[in-house]
T-cell receptor, first 114, second 114 residues
Framework: GENVEQHPSTLSVQEGDSAVIKCTYS??????FPWYKQELGKGPQLIID?????GEKKDQRIAVTLNKTAKHFSLHITETQPEDSAVYFC?????????????FGKGTTLSVSS | GAGVSQSPRYKVAKRGQDVALRCDPI?????LFWYQQALGQGPEFLTY????????KSGLPSDRFFAERPEGSVSTLKIQRTQQEDSAVYLC????????????FGEGSRLTVL
């Protein structure tokens, strides 16, 4: 089955700096790669996603890049703000005949200090 | 309601007790997923429903775990004879699609087994 590795596990940046989180996946058949943000005591919330027919996608301060050959994808947050502090999870589909459950990485705790 | 609703939010059980966790998905959402999130970890897939059909239960850790969605709306995750290793947050998510689209998560049910 699919396996998703995520790095780093913790990331501390100054307000205004950029933050980059990287993930690798194992199953070349995976074709959907979302990123979720989880605040304390809340459920994860989708912030951006990318499909395998696209190399890069941007939404304001957030961008995601995908390299299918190398089986890795990254989240880029520019001009970080204190409210960006949270746990971020990457995920990939687990393609199978029954459904398409998401397989999550272990998460990155991002701390933005002002 | 506007979002995915889970109850109870917190449950403390003595080892060996049975527990039932409820998920009320967003109205009209066809797909429903259960995930288990241990402290400091990413969500781990448990099971997936499309309407009332349980299409994937490959993530259920043992036969003590059972999930149902009899009318294709509300779902219940039941854990029999709870063990300490069952302590985790149980997240429910729903989606309009089969999974390669946004998952809307509830806030989770935190289970503590003493």
């Amino acid at each position: 089955g699919e396996n998703v590795e995520q790095h780093p596990s913790t990331l501390s940046v100054q307000e205004g700096d950029s933050a980059v989180i990287k993930c690798t996946y194992s199953d070349s058949a995976s074709n959907y790669f979302p990123w979720y943000k989880q605040e304390l005591g809340k459920g994860p919330q989708l912030i951006i996603d990318i499909r395998s027919n696209v190399g890069e996608k941007k939404d304001q301060r957030i961008a995601v890049t995908l390299n299918k050959t190398a089986k890795h994808f990254s989240l880029h947050i520019t001009e970080t703000q204190p409210e960006d502090s949270a746990v971020y999870f990457c995920a990939a589909t687990q393609p199978n005949q029954a459904g398409t459950a998401l397989i999550f990485g272990k998460g990155t705790t991002l701390s933005v200090s002002s | 309601g506007a979002g995915v609703s889970q109850s109870p939010r917190y449950k403390v059980a003595k080892r060996g007790q049975d527990v039932a966790l409820r998920c009320d998905p967003i109205s009209g959402h066809v797909s429903l997923f259960w995930y288990q999130q241990a402290l400091g970890q990413g969500p781990e897939f448990l099971t997936y429903f499309q309407n009332e059909a349980q299409l994937d239960k490959s993530g259920l850790p043992s036969d003590r775990f059972f999930a149902e969605r009899p009318e294709g709306s509300v779902s219940t995750l039941k854990i029999q004879r709870t063990q300490q290793e069952d302590s985790a947050v149980y997240l429910c998510a729903s989606s309009t699609s089969s999974g390669t689209g946004e998952l809307f998560f509830g806030e989770g049910s935190r289970l503590t087994v003493l």
